[in-house]
Every structure is written in structure tokens, then in C-alpha cells.
């Protein structure tokens, strides 16, 4: 949520220092999502299908660095990609509330009936 809360403020950013300084901590922010995402997908997948799910998890890294400069080749305004790159992540908040507890997490919680 901070990470797409920071980017749609860039949208709307008129001086550089500020500019820098959102984009700094949005950064700081981004690196709590990959290691979140990581955990994620290695408790949401089974032993024998973690392996390649992180593998396939890593590779979402680059290839959305490959569709950010396609789109900012399409768009060519900063405020513009700010914009459209920042959109989908506040949309993806949804995702909260539809992705199951882990088997793990319900365990150690004490819901073992769950």
C-alpha cells in the first residue's frame, strides 16, 4: 500500500528534492514487498512445487522491468508512468482479503481445526 500511495504522490510532485526524497523511501518500501512476496509464495506452495514457483517468482522481477520501459516508451511523460505504474499496485490491494492463510501460519497460531 505504501509502495502504490508513494508512486501516485510522484504523480503529483512539482520539485526535484521532493521528487528524489518520495522516490528514496518508496525504494525502501519496495524491497519489504520482495521479501513479503518471496515468503509468500514459499508458503503458498506445496515442497515439491516451491522450487519452481520461486523461480518463476524471480523472473517477474525482470520481466516487469522489461514491460516499465515498454510502457515508458509508449507513454513518455514521467508523470504519465508515475501514473500507470503506481495504479495497479493500489488496485492490487483487493488481494488481501483473497489470499488464504498458510497451512504454516494456521499451525502456528493454534487453528488447527481451520
Same mark, same amino acid.
Given at each position: 500500500a505504501t509502495v502504490g500511495c508513494l508512486? =501516485?504522490? /510522484?504523480? !503529483? +510532485?512539482?520539485?526535484? &528534492? +521532493? !521528487? =528524489? $526524497? =518520495?522516490?528514496? &523511501?518508496?525504494a525502501i518500501f519496495v524491497q519489504g514487498v520482495y521479501v513479503t512476496s518471496w515468503t509468500l509464495v514459499a508458503e503458498l506452495f506445496p515442497a515439491r512445487w516451491r522450487c519452481r514457483a520461486l523461480v518463476a517468482a524471480g523472473m517477474a522481477r525482470p520481466l516487469g522491468v522489461a514491460l516499465g520501459a515498454l510502457l515508458a516508451l509508449? +507513454?513518455?511523460?514521467?508523470? #504519465? &508512468?508515475?501514473? #500507470? @505504474? $503506481? /495504479?495497479? @499496485? /493500489?488496485i492490487s490491494l483487493v488481494y488481501c482479503w483473497m489470499v488464504p492463510e498458510s497451512l504454516r501460519w494456521l499451525l502456528t497460531r493454534g487453528k488447527t481445526r481451520r
Open positions: 508512486g =501516485l504522490a /510522484l504523480h !503529483f +510532485v512539482r520539485r526535484l &528534492i +521532493v !521528487f =528524489l $526524497s =518520495l522516490r528514496f &523511501i518508496q509508449m +507513454v513518455q511523460h514521467w508523470r #504519465a &508512468i508515475q501514473l #500507470a @505504474l $503506481s /495504479l495497479p @499496485l /493500489l
